[in-house]
């Protein structure tokens, strides 16, 4: 095999692994996954070393140890890889049934760890709630829009870099951790209205290493959009104000409309924050009516253009806008 050639594998190897990998800790649905490239491997190598290779860089990589995904969704995918193994006919990998082993027995509990791998290295991992909808809310998992807003902000640390953020309806934390790992904001307060939520945020928070003491110095608050004074606002004193799958239910979205509209109307024109809000779009009428809402209290928008690398993995398919609000 010429030079070229060689390289070329080995940089492919690496793109695979790396996706293997991100897929992996965020618990992707295990049919996107690159089994094709392990299926010609195998049957051209005739060598287990890739699917050697797939397990250090998942169930045996360290961060597995430390933050593990769900008991169920490690024995789907180990079992994904035995099989492809064994229809190879390629030599059994001991480490492989020895992983699973551990597994099987284990019990299943309903949180586990969801892990974000950062582009600059480390990651964002978080305890989610294996229900999508749990104990009467929404904010125990990340949303897309939550992601989505994550790898914009990546691409626009500047917009966070020396600010103090507020972030609305933080749920488990995903975006505001991102942000405060990668783009150095001064001050960072999480907020939500869910106590459940809250509380699940504080462990997220706890868990990547932010608090009060830490660089920038992160608060999680109780924030309840219908009671929330112009005096409160003017106290957190933001300057970048974001939001993140949050419009998802007509009388929220008249709240948020109200609330926002607040905070351009008490800023001056030196201090006024920028406000971006990312939503996915679920219903039409309900997104429309938000709009039609943030209109009539004499808020304006833009639409902002979408991130350009994509980080993290979620369905693309979905309808996704990030907005920047204006007065």
């Known amino acids: ?27 992707t649905r295990l049919p996107s996954f690159p089994w094709t490239f392990v299926e010609k491997d195998l049957q051209s190598s005739g060598s287990s070393e890739l699917i050697s290779q797939v397990l250090k860089q998942t169930c045996l990589h360290p961060l597995c140890q ?6 169920r969704y490690r ?22 049934y020895d992983a699973l082993a551990e597994v099987v027995g284990a019990e299943e509990t309903m949180e586990c760890y969801k892990s974000y791998l950062l582009p600059a290295g480390g990651a964002v991992s978080l305890m989610e709630n294996i229900a999508l909808i749990s104990e009467g809310t929404t904010g125990l998992v990340t949303w897309e829009a939550a992601l989505y807003l994550a790898e914009w902000a990546l691409e626009n640390q500047q917009v966070f870099t020396g600010r103090t953020v507020l972030e609305l309806g933080s749920g488990a934390g995903l975006t505001g951790i991102t942000v405060c790992r990668s783009c150095s904001p001064k001050r960072f307060i999480f907020s939500d209205c869910h106590s ?4 699940k945020l504080r462990d997220n928070v706890r868990l990547n290493g932010l608090s009060e003491q830490t660089t920038p110095a992160v608060s999680v608050e109780k924030l309840d959009w219908t ?12 300057d970048v104000i974001i939001a993140a799958d949050v419009v998802y239910d007509p009388d929220i979205a008249g709240s948020l409309a109200k609330l926002l509209s607040i905070v351009l109307r008490c800023s001056s024109a030196e201090g006024l924050p920028q406000v971006f809000i990312c ?22 928008h833009e639409v902002i253009p979408a991130p350009v690398n994509h980080v993290f993995p979620y369905n693309r398919q979905s309808a996704i806008e990030l907005i920047k609000l204006r007065r």
């Open 227 to 238: 009671a929330i004074s112009e005096e409160e606002l003017r106290e957190i004193g933001a």
């Open 196 to 199: 459940t939520v809250l509380q």
């Open 1 to 27: 095999m010429a030079l070229s050639e060689r390289s070329s594998v080995q940089g492919s190897v690496k793109e695979v692994l790396r996706e293997f990998q991100v897929s992996f800790f965020a618990l």
């Open 66 to 71: 430390k933050f593990p995904p769900s008991v």
């Open 75 to 96: 024995r789907l995918f180990l079992s994904q890889l035995i099989r492809r193994l064994e229809a190879s006919g390629c030599e059994p990998l001991d480490e492989l």
């Open 279 to 300: 939503s996915t779009i679920r219903n039409l009428e309900t997104y429309g009516g938000f709009k039609q809402q943030l209109e009539a209290e004499g808020v304006g």
